[in-house]
């Protein structure tokens, strides 16, 4: 004789929360955006800037397009900034304005321009060069040269950054930055991407 058969109650034990657990993370590495690293090769727009090069980073996810230009792509990348990383440039930016650098403000802040030309101060960078597939952006000063380039490739969005150093200083500069670059830059495109819905919701 079985009880809760009679009583009508279904033969089934309680989840194991481990196992629920399991599923769960099992569910979200299916769903979550693959971000690998990649050579800044002969098809990406900074790809001639590589000679004498000292620092160089790609990485590239694959997404829906849905019709977004290099501009769209870079504002959306720079709404997803979480709100620590902008209180460690504000920490960078108090440090380096003693030493002379200059404030380069929040990386958040991206004014709403449809068409910037080059020269033009857009957040952080100035523009070098922007079209519907690819914008290149850039910090120069003194110490070192830093391009930015977020490109279209297909549906593939692609950010590669080449920086070469002018001097003693700023490759001091870069031995904390590297890594943290290419720590941070991958993670911001992880979860630009994971806004992204299905193509043509922009």
Not at 1 to 13: F, I, T, Y
Not at 37 to 64: E, I, K, M, S, Y
Not at 142 to 156: E, P, S
């Amino acid at each position: 004789m079985v009880p809760h058969r009679q009583a009508g109650l279904p033969l089934r034990h309680p989840e194991d929360p481990a196992l629920g657990r399991q599923r769960r993370a099992g569910a979200q590495a299916v769903s979550a955006p693959v971000v690998r690293g990649v050579p800044v090769d002969a098809g990406n727009v900074l790809h001639a800037q590589l000679p004498g090069a000292d620092f160089v980073h790609a990485c590239r996810a694959t997404v829906p397009r849905g019709g977004r230009s290099a501009l769209q792509a870079y504002k959306d990348m720079a709404s997803t900034v979480p709100g620590w990383f902008d209180g460690l440039m504000a920490v960078r930016n108090g440090g380096m304005r003693l030493l002379g650098m200059k404030d380069l403000g929040s990386l958040r802040a991206v004014q709403d321009a449809a068409d910037p030309m080059p020269g033009q101060r857009l957040g952080i960078f100035t523009v070098q060069r922007c079209t519907r597939e690819a914008i290149v952006l850039e910090d120069d000063d003194r110490h070192l040269h830093v391009q930015l380039a977020l490109q279209w490739r297909g549906d593939a969005l692609e950010i590669a950054t080449v920086v070469h150093t002018h001097n003693a200083f700023g490759r001091l500069y870069m031995l904390p930055v590297a890594p943290v670059h290419r720590m941070i830059v991958p993670h911001l495109l992880r979860r630009q991407v994971c806004g992204y819905g299905a193509p043509g919701d922009r």
